[in-house]
């Protein structure tokens, strides 16, 4: 699909079709371009064009930063801040919270803790009846996943595609036969 590009310009000063809007939406659920298309109403078969296309309007462009930069300030977050509290969880030592000693098992004075250890803590509970305290801890494992992900450590699903997001054509093809 060729755009003409005084009508381009023209359509990036004006507001974005309700198409537009939920592909932004759609987008900033996970980054996925082909995906956030297809959630948004386009065509499977023309999905990824159009995604190429939407993610370089000027005025779809201005959306999604508008967007991005309302969800942080409203929320404080940022890149570095998820990956501060995911690494507080990922690597929280159950030491930090309770002393051994002769087979007895503590808890420490959680206000001489420091706060970002405490954030690990997923559930404390007592048993009146036994009368056992139980400490459980976020998902470690999980968190250290997730910061994996988060830094390109780990590919769920490669898709390779061609120039602008089109299948790969192979250009040379050589086929060789062995003759008796």
């Not at 959630?39 to 990824?48: F, I, K, N």
């Not at 999604?64 to 998820?82: A, M, P, Q, W, Y």
């Not at 976020?138 to 898709?159: S, W």
């Amino acid at each position: 699909m060729k755009i003409n590009r005084r009508d381009s310009t023209k359509r990036d000063k004006e507001k974005l079709t309700d198409k537009e809007n939920r592909f932004v939406i759609e987008y900033l659920r996970d980054y996925n371009g082909l995906q956030s298309a297809i959630r948004a109403g386009y065509s499977e078969a023309t999905a990824g064009q159009i995604a190429y296309e939407l993610l370089h309007r000027q005025r779809v462009r201005n959306k999604i930063d508008e967007h991005e930069k309302d969800l942080s300030t409203r929320f404080l977050v940022t890149r570095e801040r998820l990956m501060k509290e995911m690494s507080i969880a990922g690597y929280a030592d159950m030491a930090d919270y309770v002393d051994v000693d002769n087979g007895e098992i503590t808890i420490k004075d959680f206000k001489s803790l420091p706060p970002q250890i405490t954030r690990a803590i997923k559930k404390i509970g007592y048993n009146q009846r036994t009368g056992k305290f139980t400490l459980e801890l976020h998902d470690g494992l999980k968190a250290k996943e997730l910061m994996g992900k988060e830094v390109g450590m780990f590919k769920d699903k490669m898709e390779l595609s061609g120039p602008g997001g089109k299948d790969l054509v192979p250009t040379n093809i050589v086929i060789e036969f062995t003759g008796k």
